[in-house]
């Protein structure tokens, strides 16, 4: 069963650094997106991408964060200057639109230090 | 804005209970509703979905969830808990028919299953 994968699993960055997570999601979907989970928190939307687009985005996505779908199959979001509260799980998810559900990878965790 | 609010973040039963597990959504019109379950150290798996279709849903691994929206609640539950439902379970809702939409989580619920 076609699964989405994120690499790395766990990354730790120095404050500032920039990062950049990787996804790949199922192969035929049309929609993706980016969540996080903070330790202890509720899992939080970042953004969606849909058409070579960003379709939405929270409030949490600023100028920091950015994503890109370089080549058709990878999906990255990239932490421009990383701060100590990015210390997060991040999970990204894809889906076909038409079923609703989104099927998600099993998450990076960054630690900032 | 939707909402959704998981009663208890943890929950224990004994193995062959019943697991109840609460939520409840805000929302202008009906949402969709999902149930999501994350295993240690695992991504999130979807359970089940209600998209306006029955409002009784079965799921895998014996989860079954009702929708009703006189009361805002979309509770899961399975008859017979089993050691390996030990984990943690999120409720989500998305705004209806429309493709590509956001998913808000609840603050989950983590289950401990006893021998």
């Known amino acids: 069963e076609p699964e989405v994968t994120q690499t790395p699993s766990h990354q730790v960055t120095q404050m500032g650094q920039e990062v950049i997570l990787r996804c790949v999601p199922i192969?035929?979907?049309?929609?993706f997106y980016w969540y996080r989970q903070i330790l202890g928190q509720k899992v939080e939307f970042l953004v969606s991408?849909?058409?070579?687009?960003?379709?939405?985005k929270s409030e949490i996505f600023d100028d920091q964060f950015s994503v890109e779908r370089p080549d058709g199959s990878n999906f990255t979001l990239k932490i421009r200057s990383t701060k100590l509260e990015d210390s997060a799980m991040y999970f990204c998810?894809?889906?076909?639109?038409?079923?609703?559900?989104?099927?998600f990878g099993p998450g990076t965790r960054l630690t900032v230090t | 804005a939707q909402s959704v609010t998981q009663l208890g973040s943890h929950v224990s039963v004994s193995e062959g209970a019943l697991v109840l597990l609460r939520c409840n959504y805000s929302?202008?019109?009906?949402?969709?509703l999902f149930w999501y379950v994350q295993y240690p150290n695992q991504g999130l798996q979807l359970l089940l979905k209600?998209?306006?279709?029955?409002?009784l849903v079965k799921g895998i691994n014996g989860f079954e969830a009702e929708f009703k929206k006189s009361e805002t609640s979309f509770h899961l539950t399975k008859p017979s808990a089993h050691m390996s439902d030990a984990a943690e379970y999120f409720c989500?809702?998305?705004?209806?028919?429309?493709?590509?939409?956001?998913?808000?989580f609840g603050g989950g619920t983590r289950v401990l299953v006893k021998p």
């Open positions: 998810a894809g889906g076909w639109g038409s079923s609703y559900e989104q099927y």
């Open positions: 192969s035929n979907h049309l929609y």
């Open positions: 991408f849909y058409n070579n687009e960003i379709s939405e």
């Open positions: 929302s202008s019109v009906p949402p969709y």
């Open positions: 209600y998209t306006s279709a029955a409002t």
């Open positions: 989500a809702v998305s705004p209806p028919k429309a493709a590509g939409n956001k998913l808000t």
